[in-house]
């Protein structure tokens, strides 16, 4: 088993990177290969465009990775996803991408295009507080599809996003067919205010309309609220889901901390 | 003429509501009717949706009201857009709407209901440094149609729009249509990063594809970027302009700020 890891959006941690490098080698079960584009650094990203694009390129046609784990998220991802998908070898189809927050542009834009996404834990998480356990939670399901991994109310097809990132998306040709999926979204660093208005235009949307239901994960690091927001984050998506008549399914086990589990997308036709 | 104020978003300032009063009453070719709700409050609002909704239906209904001034943005126009857009009487469509911000939601849904809008100074703005100059160009462009208050390089249909507020509409049932306007776009207190985020979801939204061009107003009060952002918001809009084929017009003199112009919407079928 062999897992890549590149960095389509911000830089990872040296720090990070060596943690996870010794997680793998003390399971023995895989081996880690974290690209040098990584530790590049072009202002706020990973590396220029051409360069993040390159090296995600490079793990994409590489028959001997099978499993392709985005490095963090921050943000960036979108500005390279679309070149990432032109011209498709088929080694890319024969792999697993895994990742979460700003690589949800990947994740939308690969599962459309037909390739075995899921979301879930990054390298950069394994230097949260037990952020081993979530790092082995994403590797669990790399390597041997643990289902523990997995959120734990999974029932048919299902998406993860983060909502902010999400919203984004709606509309561009990285958007995938939601109809028929359960949708979970969480998000971090966003005033109230902010997910109500993403959960507007999410609920609003002409391409939700048909989802089975939307779930809540973990709305975290809410800044505060000036004036003072009425009521809190389920409340939000409670009531956007009723004025549009979509089925709020309750609580979602994703966030962005180290308690965040699997989501494996459905596999879509190409 | 008889001017209406509401809130359909947040709470307008009571030293604001008087100083812009006694602009009108100087003037003498207006009347000002600020609504009582105006000064409600109900967390992050100027009252609650049922009580912005009815203050707004209130004045769009009222045949003596010749326009519709509102108060000011921050957030909540989008959860009475669409109710205040139900069973239109004839009334509301023979008035002006004027205001931008939040109200954008407000701007985007009435034009496309085929209602008279423009993009400018609300009553708030009276409390900035230059303020009375900001409401007396929409005071002159509401009474008498003063050109001297328009955007100067106006040529040919135009929307202006704040543009997160732009980008968490498309794909609603606020969004009109696009094609063949130029779309002017500003925006205040959002991280570059974010722009670029904003600026990628409209230029690859697939409605938004046959603008005639994109222009750029003023990004003000950007909070710092950690790491630090490669350039500034006009290689941005560039950028994603030169992506999406989609034409840059340059600059347009609108913005968070006093020098704020105006930009009235071109009257859409209904």
Same mark, same amino acid.
């Given at each position: ?132 356990? =979530?790092?082995?939670?994403? %590797?669990?399901? &790399? ?6 991994? +997995? $959120? #734990? /109310?999974?029932? @048919?097809? =299902?998406?993860?996003?983060? %909502?902010?990132? &999400? ?6 040709? +990285? $958007? #995938? /067919?939601?109809? @028929? ?90």
């Amino acid at each position: 088993m062999r897992i890549a890891v590149v960095a389509p959006s911000c830089r990872l941690s040296e720090v990070a990177a060596a943690k996870v490098e010794a997680i793998v080698m003390a399971r023995g079960d895989a081996d880690l290969a974290i690209h040098s584009q990584c530790f590049l650094s072009d202002g706020h990203f990973a590396g220029s465009n051409a360069q993040r694009l390159a090296a995600l390129r490079d793990v994409m046609a590489d028959a001997t990775v099978n499993a392709v784990w985005f490095a963090r998220g921050g943000y960036g991802s979108n500005r390279i996803a679309e070149a990432a998908l032109a011209d498709l070898p088929d080694a890319a189809r024969e792999k697993t991408y895994l990742g979460y927050s700003d690589a949800g542009f990947l994740l939308a834009g690969f599962h459309k295009a037909g390739l075995c996404v899921a979301h879930g834990p990054m390298v950069q998480d394994v230097i949260r507080a037990e952020g081993e356990a =979530a790092v082995g939670r994403s %590797l669990d399901w &790399l390597v041997r599809r643990d289902e523990a991994s +997995l $959120e #734990p /109310d999974l029932a @048919g097809p =299902a998406m993860a996003f983060n %909502l902010t990132v &999400l919203s984004s998306l709606l509309g561009t040709p +990285l $958007e #995938p /067919d939601f109809n @028929g999926a359960e949708l979970l979204v969480e998000d971090v660093a966003e005033h109230l205010y902010r997910i109500d208005r993403s959960m507007f235009h999410l609920a609003r949307s002409a391409s939700v309309a048909r989802v089975r239901a939307i779930r809540l994960g973990r709305i975290s690091d809410v800044p505060d609220n000036d004036p003072v927001w009425n009521g809190d984050a389920e409340a939000i998506v409670r009531d956007w889901c009723n004025r549009a008549g979509i089925r709020f399914g309750g609580s979602a086990d994703i966030g962005h901390d180290a308690c965040n589990r699997v989501v494996p997308f459905p596999l879509a036709a190409s």
